[in-house]
């Protein structure tokens, strides 16, 4: 059984920097596609980055490019989200996710697509 623990979120000013992780257990390897979403109140989660080691690809919302990186340390079974340069509309509940990769399964970036979540942290740039 897969369980995804998220950490690392808090409260900064804009232009600071958080970085997430989320340890994962229940699976070992680059099999699985890792991801991060993100929810703020009254809008729907969205995709924020995800990589999916076994077929090198990394993915990243425009929203996000040259702000954020996702990075994985497959012997801790843990994913990073590199967020710097943080602004306001970056203020949400963030999410981990993973599904069990594959052709598709490891470039989709819908969050129906992800069967195991995290618990969520929260983000609030102010």
């Known amino acids: 059984h897969v369980q995804l623990v998220e950490s690392g979120g808090g409260s900064v000013q804009a232009g600071g920097s958080l970085r997430l992780s989320c340890a994962a257990s229940?699976?070992?390897?680059?099999?699985?596609?890792m991801g991060w979403f993100r929810q703020a109140p009254g809008k729907e989660r969205e995709g924020v980055a995800h990589?999916?080691?076994?077929?090198?690809?990394?993915y990243y919302a425009d929203s996000v490019k040259g702000r954020f990186t996702v990075s994985r340390d497959n012997s801790k079974n843990t994913l990073y989200l590199q967020m710097n340069n943080l602004q306001p509309e970056d203020t949400a509940m963030h999410y981990c996710?993973?599904?069990?990769?594959?052709?598709?399964?490891?470039?989709?970036?819908?969050?129906?697509?992800?069967?195991?979540w995290g618990q969520g942290t929260q983000v609030t740039v102010s």
């Open positions: 229940g699976y070992k390897g680059n099999n699985y596609c």
């Open positions: 996710a993973a599904n069990h990769g594959g052709p598709y399964l490891g470039r989709t970036s819908r969050a129906a697509d992800f069967d195991y």
């Open positions: 990589n999916y080691a076994r077929d090198d690809i990394t």
